[in-house]
């Protein structure tokens, strides 16, 4: 049964509110003489915490040691030949990570691999998923080297992708969330406003159909009128005036 795992800071600084933690290295030293090597127990957790492959820093720390490194198969023990004390590993992959992982724009941990060209030309460099900023590796060390021919699963070529490791995921996941938020509230207020400019269309249109009713019904009464001040005309050419009706009655005499 392995003992507690401490957790420590990325940047290997003692800052009690960086955000970026993970579990220490645990290292247990196996065999004697030529057989003698150091296992590193909880290196899948390290390297989940980290977002990389534990191949990646596996093959870093042989490097820095001069040590072969080895992930077995069967039991999926990794190791490197030799004793090391866990100090020394933990320093490493401090360095792993301010190497290999870290943006050197915003020092964020929290990066993606990208691969760029093609054949011998290939280039890979970190996008951070804090401040966007992109951080060339250099292409001529043999760890970046490693890195090249051997991409993570979620490596993206040529463009910037979501981070990866369990702190990317979890703020992608975040980031996704509040993006449908926006968009479905961006929705909801453009079918609000397609309501509301069909409500004052609508209004529009029935106050211009009453301003025609009304005028409809002013040129019915101008139409009255003038028929009727016509007829009223008509009756007063009909009626006899008053000198021919004293001469009609002059000549009833």
């Known amino acids: ?16 509110y960086y955000r970026y933690t993970m579990p220490c290295i645990q290292v247990k030293v196996e065999g ?3 057989m003698i090597k150091s296992v590193l127990i909880n290196i ?6 980290i977002g990389r492959p534990p191949d990646y820093l596996l093959t870093f720390l042989g490097q820095e040691l001069s040590a072969n490194s080895k992930i077995e198969k069967d039991t999926g023990k990794a190791y490197v030949s ?9 320093e490493l992959v401090f360095k792993f990570i301010r190497e290999t992982v870290t943006c050197q724009n915003c020092k964020n941990p929290e ?11 290939k280039i890979l460099f970190l996008t951070c998923k804090g401040c966007g900023g992109r951080t060339d590796l250099d292409h001529t060390d043999r760890f970046v080297k490693y890195m090249i021919l051997h991409p993570p699963d979620d490596a993206n070529y040529g463009h910037a992708k979501s981070a990866a490791g369990a702190v990317g995921a979890a703020l992608s996941e975040a980031t996704a969330l509040d993006e449908a938020q926006k968009k479905k509230k961006k929705s909801k207020s453009a079918e609000e406003d397609d309501e509301k400019a069909e409500k004052k269309k609508k209004k ?16 019915d009464k101008k ?6 001040k016509k007829d009223k005309d008509a009756d ?10 004293e001469g009609q009655e002059e000549g009833g005499r």
Not at 44 to 49: F, I, T
Not at 223 to 228: G, L, P, R
Not at 236 to 245: I, K, M, N, R
């Open 236 to 245: 007063d050419e009909d009626s006899p005036t008053g000198e021919e009706e």
């Open 82 to 90: 030799g004793s090391f004390e866990e100090r020394k590993v933990q």
């Open 111 to 121: 990066t993606t691999c990208n691969i760029e060209g093609n054949k011998k030309n």
């Open 32 to 34: 004697t003489t030529k």
């Open 44 to 49: 899948e957790d390290v390297c989940r915490a």
């Open 1 to 16: 049964m392995s003992r507690e795992c401490k957790r420590v800071n990325m940047n290997g600084s003692q800052d009690p």
């Open 204 to 219: 529009k249109k029935d106050k211009e159909k009453d301003s025609e009713d009304e005028g409809d019904d002013d040129e």
């Open 223 to 228: 139409e009255k009128k003038k028929k009727k």
